[in-house]
């Protein structure tokens, strides 16, 4: 979930940098928060249910 959720927020930021050469905070903020949830999904692992 957390490895889906750092892939949709990396796009986004990519997006917003690529494509309309927006360089506000929000577009960096929301490249951490991606990499926030990259850490949180390698830490956690996998559980089983």
Known sequence: MFL???L???LAW???FFLFH???F???VLLIFA???LVF???SGRKAA
């Open 14 to 16: 990519a997006g917003f």
């Open 26 to 28: 929000l577009i960096h």
């Open 35 to 37: 990499l926030i949830s």
């Open 8 to 10: 949709i927020l990396v």
């Open 22 to 24: 927006i360089t506000a």
């Open 41 to 43: 999904h390698f830490i």
């Open 4 to 6: 889906l959720i750092a």
